[in-house]
């Protein structure tokens, strides 16, 4: 599918368990960021990338892991989930020639029990 | 702290109002979004100001610099306008982060 996707778009997991959450984009865009959403918050940044290998925290990376070893992909690990990870993960994409609109992806929600 | 206000939290509308939902922040920036998100939770982009106003069908979006202050308006409003309407900032000197206000829920009764 053309865009930005999401897997999965729900996941419950128990505490300790690590979990991934993939994002894929097809327009080659050079940016890419993970956000969480938080019922009392607006949308914070966990982790962005700027290009293929390169990757910087966001506000709120501790307990999160990234990795781009491809333009079109930007997966997010919990290496051992929490119950305050339980939140609303959106996964977004930005052409850094085209101006500065972010594309978000549908979003994966994710409870940890 | 680089910070993004709006107001009101809630709004609740009847169809055909004018709707005006406000953003204010704290220090100077480099450009401001406006963003809608869905009630089925989906995001998308509606403006980036940087100065002035935008106009796109019903929606207005204006900046003022100075004042650190920005507004979307949305004439004769509908209930499809329902919605979550965020703001968010990308403030002078940073790498192209954004900085998210808690976003305004908007609900429009037919």
């Known amino acids: 599918d053309a865009g930005i996707t999401q897997s999965p778009r729900y996941k419950i997991t128990e505490t300790g368990r690590q979990v991934t959450l993939m994002c894929h984009q097809t327009w080659s865009h050079s940016y890419m960021f993970w956000y969480r959403q938080d019922l009392g918050h607006g949308l914070r940044l966990i982790y962005y990338s700027a290009a293929a290998d390169i990757t910087d925290k966001g506000e709120v990376p501790d307990g999160y892991v990234v990795s781009r070893s491809k333009t079109e992909n930007f997966p997010l690990t919990l290496e051992s989930a929490t119950r305050s990870q339980t939140s609303v993960y959106f996964c977004?994409?930005?052409?850094?020639?085209?101006?500065?609109?972010?594309?978000f992806g549908p979003g994966t929600r994710l409870l940890v029990l | 702290k680089n910070e993004v206000e709006q107001s009101p939290q809630n709004l609740t509308a009847q169809e055909g109002e004018f709707i005006t939902i406000n953003c204010s922040y704290s220090?100077?920036?480099?450009?401001l979004h406006w963003l809608q998100q869905h009630p089925g939770g989906g995001i998308v982009s509606l403006f980036m100001l940087s100065s002035g106003k935008k106009k796109h069908g019903r929606l207005i979006a204006t900046i003022n610099i100075q004042e650190k202050h920005s507004s979307l308006h949305i004439t004769a409003s509908h209930p499809r306008d329902s919605a979550v309407y965020i703001c968010a900032v990308r403030f002078r000197g940073s790498q192209g982060n954004l900085i998210f206000g808690k976003g305004t829920k908007l609900s429009v009764k037919p």
């Open positions: 977004a994409s930005l052409d850094s020639n085209g101006g500065e609109t972010q594309y």
């Open positions: 220090v100077g920036i480099s450009a």
